[in-house]
RNA sequence: GGUGCGGUAGCCAAGUGGUUAGGCACUGGAUUGCAAAUCCAUGAACACCGGUUCGAGUCCGGUCCGCACCUCCA
């Protein structure tokens, strides 16, 4: 089997390949770091993450990148607005994005850089494309790159350009621009940038926005690489103007794959911070869900539908995960002191490879979903009928832990039983056994305010976790 | 106007022309001191209209509706 991916530049499902063996290198658009990163905004470096790590599980291993975006015009109006210098301002957001992602259990890319770091690069490649003749200064001094000049623009969106309408967004007074469309490398300064400005050859200003990536994508990861990600409002004009930038510097590919995630909409609409209709992560671990709750929901549909965000979907999920936490559970028992694992039993044998066809196929999260509540549901009346030996036990939990390096939500959060919650299981024993009913259900009611269930089984009580 | 993605049971969500996707919720039963969990059983769907086919959620044509991008956007 090969893992597929849909490459965006082609409108097709291929097989990742990577240019250079089982080494995968890829770049990830991260966040624009002005704000708390809202979960729509988690839904596109969760797909990120998901694919790190199937990625590993295929047998490959990764080299990741995503860039921290530091200079815009929000950051410098935050920084302005709040009289910090400009790194001061991001640095905050900066160190929330790090404790978001570990709260949902992203796991770390090995690079990220930050554009302010990267402005000798940026304006390196600025310079090539003035000696190439892809560059002009306007009147006020800002650097254009003239799409004209490259042949292969529109590619990845597959623009139109004689049918293209003047978006309602393209302002109205662009008079010194070439050609509408044409974007800026270099932006002069302005009394509104306050002290946020870099001398340049042609003057002082600072980065446009898509400068950053090509800079900083080539000097990590090479001028050519595998795997460029984004949601899909980067398509235009975001990558297709990096595509324009760094295939003009260098005259050679950029990414071989371009993977695009869909929205995380909310009613049916886009959440995005203009709409107003957004989520912070920390909004709603505040509300009382976790971040393993939240992981799950944005892992729950393919990431290249549009995902419903809903805190019906989350109760569901918290139900989800109770039923694989029992699973779990259940197999740990079984083990008890056996370290040798055995032959899986039959009916766990088939769950890897349903589980890895399915994520073969673009990264169906869905069947590889289903292969692993299959397999809860086949294991859950097997085990019923006859219990797991002890080494059966051990394969099954170490099939258990090698999808989980995929999904990263199906170990539990440890859970320590205090001395407290022990001595009321004991004291409620004892009722029990003297048929005390009222005194074993109010010692039972002190445990679930404690946080925990217990369950009466024929081997004994058993503690869970609510 | 250009480009693209959708419409599947109460909700969420897969689906390679033919055999139960899956999850949550609901219902009945087993089990339990009562529960919880689990197991067994059970139901429910392909926006609309045509066409191709022995057979269409799936392919073709058309219609309706929703969302997105077209220089802030993940």
Redesign the pocket.
């Known amino acids: 089997m090969a893992f597929k991916i849909y490459n965006t530049m082609n409108?097709a499902k291929e097989e990742l390949v990577p240019l250079d063996g089982k080494h995968v290198r890829m770049y990830t658009?991260?966040?624009?770091v002005y704000n708390y990163?809202?979960i729509?905004?988690f839904?596109?470096?969760m797909f990120e993450d998901l694919l790190r790590r199937y990625i590993k599980f295929c047998g490959f291993e990764v080299t990741q990148v995503q860039n921290l975006?530091d200079v815009?015009?929000?950051t410098i109006r935050g920084s302005i607005e709040q009289g910090l210098p400009l790194k001061q301002y991001t640095k905050k957001y900066i160190d929330s994005f790090f404790e978001d992602l570990a709260k949902l259990n992203i796991e770390p890319a090995e690079h990220y850089p930050a554009a302010t770091d990267y402005i000798p690069d940026m304006i390196a490649i600025i310079e090539t494309f003035f000696e190439k003749g892809y560059a002009y200064q306007s009147d006020d001094g800002s650097v254009y790159y003239s799409?004209d000049k490259f042949a292969g623009y529109g590619k990845l969106?597959?623009?139109?350009r004689e049918?293209?309408?003047?978006?309602?967004?393209?302002?109205q007074d662009e008079y010194d621009k070439d050609?509408?469309?044409?974007?800026?490398l270099w932006k002069a300064y302005v009394p509104e940038d306050g002290d946020v400005v870099w001398d340049s050859p042609w003057g002082r200003g600072r980065p446009g926005?898509h400068i950053e990536c090509s800079a900083m994508s080539m000097k990590l990861l090479g001028e050519s690489f595998d795997i460029h990600?984004?949601?899909?409002?980067?398509?235009?004009?975001?990558h297709e103007?990096e595509i324009a930038q760094s295939e003009a510097a260098t005259g050679k590919p950029y990414s071989k794959y371009w993977m695009?995630?869909?929205?995380?909409?909310v009613d049916?609409?886009?959440?995005?911070?203009?709409?107003g209709n957004?989520y912070t992560l920390r909004e709603i671990l505040d509300m009382g869900y976790t971040g393993r709750e939240v992981r799950y929901e944005l892992l729950?549909?393919?990431y290249?539908?549009?995902?419903?965000f809903?805190f019906?979907?989350l109760?569901?999920?918290r139900?989800?995960l109770?039923?694989l936490d029992?699973?779990h559970a259940?197999i740990k028992e079984a083990i008890g002191a056996e370290k040798v694992a055995d032959e899986l039993p039959e009916w766990a044998s088939g769950t890897r490879a349903a589980f890895a066809a399915?994520m073969d196929?673009?990264m169906?999260?869905?069947?590889a979903?289903?292969a692993?509540?299959?397999m809860?549901?086949a294991?859950?009346?097997a085990?019923?009928a006859t219990p797991l030996t002890g080494k059966q036990a051990v394969a099954v939990s170490n099939l258990w832990k090698e999808l989980d390096t995929v999904l990263g939500i199906l170990e539990p959060p440890k859970e320590e039983i205090s001395a407290d919650v022990a001595g009321l299981l004991e004291a409620?024993a004892a009722a029990?056994a003297a048929?005390d009913?009222?005194e074993?259900?109010r010692i039972?009611d002190a445990l679930a305010a404690l946080g925990w269930?217990?369950?009466?089984?024929p081997e004994g009580p058993?503690l869970?976790k609510i």
């Not at 049916?268 to 709409?275: A, E, F, N, Q, V």
């Not at 169906?364 to 069947?367: A, Q, R, V, Y």
């Open positions: 409108r658009c991260g966040p624009t990163a809202h729509g905004n839904r596109a470096y975006t815009d015009d929000k799409i969106a597959r623009l139109d049918g293209m309408q003047s978006g309602a967004r393209v302002a050609n509408a469309a044409d974007f800026a926005w990600t984004g949601g899909v409002d980067n398509i235009f004009p975001h103007d695009h995630c869909g929205y995380l909409v049916g609409r886009k959440m995005s911070k203009s709409l957004f729950s549909g393919h290249r539908q549009s995902l419903n809903a019906k979907s109760d569901a999920n139900a989800a109770k039923r029992e699973f259940t399915a196929d673009d169906n999260i869905s069947g979903m289903a692993i509540f299959d809860v549901h294991g859950n009346k085990m019923a409620r029990r048929k009913w009222a074993s259900d039972r269930t217990v369950k009466d089984t058993k869970r």
